[in-house]
């Protein structure tokens, strides 16, 4: 069992850079992939971007391409989120995510937390 703590969300302008972090707590997450999803109220789960174990291999939602990046670093057992260039639209909970797989299916992690909110002001 792998938990997952988000931090590092909060309240922006648009146009604006945030980073978010997912870090475990008790448990390495070094063998696993991690993914990052965000949620809206009374929307489905939003792939936004995969990295996976070595760090070498990543991928983006279609929204997000060009303005996040997804980091690791497994030395400090971490992976980030950098958001740049915000919109109203990227406003939701961030939640982070470990799996085998680098896929954007949510179906692909096991292991989720409990998620970050990020709000982008007009």
């Known amino acids: 069992q792998v938990q997952l703590v988000e931090s590092g969300g909060g309240l922006v302008q648009a146009g604006g850079s945030l980073r978010v972090s997912c870090a475990p707590s008790g448990r390495t997450f070094r063998s696993y992939a991690v993914g990052w999803f965000r949620q809206c109220p009374g929307k489905e789960r939003e792939f936004v971007a995969t990295?996976?174990?070595?760090?070498?291999?990543?991928s983006y939602g279609d929204s997000v391409k060009g303005r996040f990046t997804i980091f690791r670093d497994n030395a400090k057992d971490t992976v980030d989120l950098q958001l740049n260039n915000l919109k109203p639209e990227d406003t939701a909970v961030y939640y982070c995510?470990?799996?085998?797989?680098?896929?954007?299916?949510?179906?692909?992690?096991?292991?989720w937390g409990q998620g970050t909110q990020v709000t982008v002001s007009s």
């Open positions: 995510a470990a799996g085998l797989l680098t896929t954007s299916s949510p179906l692909g992690y096991d292991f």
């Open positions: 990295i996976g174990r070595l760090g070498v291999s990543t």
